[in-house]
């Protein structure tokens, strides 16, 4: 109850006005209830349901903004924590691309000095193929200039014999 000489909103509403104590009885309190006499079978004026209800609220109230606002600046950090793991997140997923690109990187390095390597060793083998080729056309062109000489010794022998003879 409220202080003494206070009167109370809601206490002409539950029988308590002025001048009753708390260990008074108040009329219309049901013994034979099933909670003990704990519930009041009074009946309720509409007027100081309005009251009651005020007062309950004003007692209230004020509790449940705080609650309002400490949810609402949990709710912010949660939101704050939130995009900063999805940052943090980010940046691993970044961090990722950056190691897997050096990884990439290096396999095309590697491929590249596969390939340098590959060029030089055809260019040699085209420079020793041309050089085979010809290496043997002089030799087919040097064949064939000795087998004209010694057609043209054997024709100029055939030819030279059959005078002597005559």
């Known amino acids: 109850s409220q202080r003494e000489g206070h009167e109370c909103p ?8 002025p001048g009753r104590g708390a ?6 309190l049901s013994d034979t209830s099933p909670d003990g006499g ?3 079978d009074l ?8 009251p009651l209800a005020e007062a309950l609220l004003s007692h209230y109230l004020l509790d449940l903004q705080r609650s309002k606002q400490a949810l609402q600046e949990l ?24 190691t897997e690109a050096k990884h990439v990187h290096a396999k095309l390095v590697n491929i590249r000095k596969e390939i340098l390597v590959l060029h030089k060793k055809t260019s040699n083998l085209k420079k020793k193929k041309s050089t085979k080729l010809q290496q043997k056309r002089q030799k087919e062109e040097l064949e064939r200039e000795q087998q004209g000489e010694e057609e043209f010794e054997r024709e100029k ?10």
């Open 38 to 40: 704990l519930t009041e």
């Open 157 to 166: 022998q055939l030819t030279e014999k059959p005078f002597e003879k005559l």
């Open 23 to 28: 260990g008074e009885r108040t009329p219309g």
């Open 10 to 17: 809601w206490a002409a509403a539950v029988g308590r006005g």
């Open 75 to 98: 709710m912010q950090n949660h939101e704050q924590e939130v995009s900063k793991f999805k940052e943090c997140h980010s940046v691993l997923d970044i961090n990722a691309l950056f």
């Open 43 to 50: 009946p309720v004026e509409d007027k100081a349901v309005e």
